[in-house]
């Protein structure tokens, strides 16, 4: 089992920036060949907000964060990222990075699909 980390989130005024972080533990980083970011506010479901397959040859995003938000991988680092552009204060939530063992050649974006987690980082934008 992977281990997740994230690290990055903090406190930004509207229309700054944050770059998120997860790094993996281990050498089985290349077994979750499909990485991704998801979102949960206080008092809503978990969302899906980005993948990234292995060769970061296809990315999947969400409709509310298409134009602003960048997913990337650094495979020999073990790293997943995601540049945050023009923060809203409703992109305010815990931040989860998310690996999935799946080989699929179609975008991931439920949380079914993905089966290993992080611990979440916080990420809050004041308006």
């Known amino acids: 089992q992977v281990q997740l980390v994230e690290s990055g989130g903090g406190l930004v005024q509207a229309g700054g920036s944050l770059r998120l972080s997860c790094a993996a533990s281990?050498?089985?980083?290349?077994?979750?060949?499909?990485m991704g970011w998801f979102r949960q506010a206080p008092g809503k479901e978990r969302e899906f907000v980005a993948a990234i397959s292995w060769s970061g040859g296809i990315t999947n995003y969400a409709d509310s964060v298409k134009g602003r938000f960048t997913i990337s991988r650094d495979n020999a680092k073990n790293t997943a990222y995601l540049q945050m552009n023009s923060l809203k204060p409703e992109d305010t939530a815990v931040y989860y990075c998310a690996a999935s063992r799946r080989r699929a050649g179609i975008p991931l974006a439920a949380v079914s699909d993905f089966g290993s987690w992080g611990q979440g980082t916080q990420v809050t934008v004041s308006s």
């Open positions: 281990g050498r089985t980083f290349i077994n979750y060949p499909w």
